[in-house]
């Protein structure tokens, strides 16, 4: 016919693009697993022993071949082998399996919408979910009624609980519920209470209509197997119960020995982490050790936050090509750490310095005796003085015996004139507290003109200490050191009065207010005439300037501050009788220690609608307030 005599039709041509490339049959058939399903069962259940549980979970599901060997009940062997691996602990639960236990504690998956990256895993529920999923769908008892429809009483014994709350607080110990699994459970129940009952009502009912040849019952008969049945399917729904009530407490101990174990886990990765970062920081230090570095240039190197802390502290071996690769920052980085450190330390070094040469100032303290010792400049002062900072402020300075005793009479007289001008500032000191208008005092006008301080600059001691004055990068540790304390001595050498005579310092030194206490006035401390005060301030740890001492208070004053005190203790006497007047205890003494106990039973009888207080609270209320006003 015509379809015989009909040409063939063509094949049909598929466009390719060109400079696409293709895969040949042959390399495609390369890709599938038929070699390694030719391995026999036996030298591939062996394999399977030596795996990790992640990896056998993924080796289960390759193919249906690989699902029914390691999915099947006689492949628990393998499991077990494979949990003891990584030392999981023996589960008391039955309804859960090994490969269900490894799908939870290893896959991401959140169990509620999905996502891949649910970090958040509750043992209790066996749920791995997100944190949003877990804020929705985690509750506790109290507060289910909403979220549960129809909520069956016998499902919150039945049903998995945690005590991981939302917030992570749960002192009381409340059981949380996963809603989603609550409701399926809920509705399990119902199901099953009704399939039970309907179950037999229908077996009773056959077998009676089998009995009587399908005649009717008497109802009464009827009613009996009605509550017969209803019997049978609380008895069923009471098993089924009690079945869920052991799978609940066998999965509360199950979760607390998981999660032991992932702690445990945990702390060995931290440990081995540790350890690896440990040998790679060595291997730093020793490649650094090589390069001719020190210990302490390398030390900023064990801080995480160092500027290479990252190159450092990994996990991953020092190989050559790694060193190679980030050598040249490191080293780099330990150039700059050690520029700092060398400008940072400076006044460590400054000051070890500056304390090698105490044994040389006693030395020449011990040399001077009478009013000359007493006189003698302090440490601090000598430290400063022109002729000795060199042998302790520039960097490469060094003080040998050699230049000492070159040095010495240079020494000398800058401590002469150190004590003149010390000397001079004690008596600037005292003409300023005579001139004052309490001061009923008439000195002689020349005498002060003479102890004016000259307009030339002079020599100022620790000029060469501040020329070393760090910048504002490096100020903090220079200031932490104590070198800035350093920068505030102002005794100058230039301002010496020279036209004050010996006599005119005796006879001002020699007036009644020439005392002076160390420190601030306290109105108890002894008082010192000049020179024993220079001499006591020296003792204790003072420079031994002016600055330092004080006056103590006159006679007037004293008496005049007396009676100030004593009114207002009589003041503070009074409102303590008008409180406890007010409070109904005018009976009770002033100290009595017993009014604390009280409580808020006080109130000021000054300020009008006053709040209750205590008895502290109202004298704290009287100091704030009312005392001196």
């Known amino acids: 016919d015509d379809s015989d005599t009909a040409p063939a039709a063509k094949k049909r041509r598929t466009s390719t693009i060109k400079g696409t490339q293709t895969t040949t049959a042959g390399k495609r058939r390369a890709g599938k697993l038929s070699a390694f399903q030719s391995v026999p069962l036996d030298l591939l259940v062996d394999i399977a022993k030596k795996l990790d549980p992640p990896t056998l979970l993924s080796l289960s599901r390759v193919n249906k071949l690989m699902r029914r060997l390691f999915a099947s009940r006689s492949a628990a062997p393998v499991w077990a ?11 008391e639960s039955t309804d859960l399996s090994a490969m269900q236990l490894t799908s939870l504690i290893y896959e991401r998956d959140c169990h509620i919408c999905g996502c891949v990256r649910a970090v958040i895993v509750d043992y209790g529920l066996r749920r791995r979910w997100c944190k ?63 399939e039970s009952s309907v179950t037999w009502r229908n ?20 009613l009996d197997e009605d509550a017969q049945a209803d019997e049978l399917a609380v008895g069923g729904l009471e098993a089924f119960a009690a079945e869920r009530a052991s799978i609940v407490a066998a999965a509360q101990k199950d979760a607390g020995a998981l999660v032991d174990w992932e702690r445990s886990l945990a702390k060995s990765r931290r440990d081995v982490s540790y350890a690896a970062r440990a040998a790679r920081y060595a291997a730093i230090k020793e490649k650094l050790f090589a390069l001719g570095h020190t210990e302490s240039d390398c030390s900023y190197l064990h801080y995480h936050s160092s500027d290479v802390g ?36 400076k006044p460590e070094r400054l000051l070890a310095r500056r304390t090698a040469l105490q044994p040389r100032y006693d030395a020449l303290l011990s040399m001077d005796q ?12 000598v430290s400063l003085l022109p002729s000795v900072e060199p042998f302790w402020v520039p960097e490469d300075s060094s003080a040998t015996n050699d230049e000492w005793q ?9 401590v002469d004139s150190a004590r003149r001008a010390i000397k001079v500032g004690f ?49 903090t540790s220079w200031r932490w050191s104590g070198v800035s304390n350093l920068f505030a001595v102002t005794l100058n050498l230039g301002y010496a009065a020279p036209k004050v005579s010996a006599a005119e310092f005796d006879a001002l030194f020699s007036h009644s207010r020439a005392t002076f206490e160390v420190g601030s006035a306290s109105r108890h401390g002894p008082v010192f005439a000049f020179p024993e005060i220079h001499e006591q301030l020296r003792s204790r740890g003072y420079l031994g300037l002016a600055r330092e001492a004080s006056f103590p208070l006159s006679p007037r004053t004293a008496a005049a501050t007396l009676a100030q005190s004593l009114a207002s203790a009589a003041e503070l006497d009074a409102f303590k009788r008008n409180v406890l007047s007010s409070a109904g205890l005018s009976g009770r003494s002033l100290d009595d220690g ?24 109202v004298l704290d209320h009287y100091g704030a307030k009312h005392a001196g006003r």
Request: with cysteine; proline share 6%.
């Open 406 to 414: 070159a040095a010495l009479p240079s020494i000398l007289a800058d």
């Open 81 to 91: 082998s494979v949990c003891a691996n990584v030392d999981l602990p023996a589960l």
């Open 310 to 345: 990252a190159l450092v502290h990994q996990p991953t071996r020092l190989s050559d090509t790694i060193w190679n690769r980030i050598s040249s920052e490191i080293i780099a980085s330990v150039e700059r750490n050690k520029a700092e450190t060398f400008i940072y330390e």
């Open 594 to 617: 017993g009014l604390k106990a009280l409580g808020k039973v006080f109130a000021c009888d000054r300020c009008p609608g006053a709040r209750m207080r205590c008895w502290t609270g």
């Open 132 to 194: 949003s999923c877990k804020s929705a769908n985690l509750n506790k008892a109290s507060r289910l009624q909403p979220h549960v429809k129809d909520l069956h009483p016998l499902a919150l014994e039945c049903s998995l609980f945690t005590y991981d709350s939302i917030s992570g607080y749960n002192r009381d110990k409340k059981p949380y519920y996963c809603i989603p699994d609550l409701q399926a459970m809920s509705d399990h129940l119902h199901n099953l209470e009704i």
């Open 203 to 222: 077996y009773l009912r056959d077998a009676r209509l089998r009995k009587r040849n399908k005649q009717a019952m008497a109802t009464d008969q009827a």
């Open 370 to 381: 009478g009013e000359a010792n007493t006189t003698f400049p302090s440490f601090g002062i």
């Open 427 to 475: 008596a600037r000191h005292l003409v300023a507290e005579l001139c004052k208008p309490s001061s009923s005092t008439n000195l002689d006008a020349a005498l002060v003109d003479k102890l004016k301080a000259p307009s030339a600059p002079g020599r100022p001691v620790g000029a060469l200490l501040r020329s070393f004055e760090p910048d504002k990068t490096h100020r």
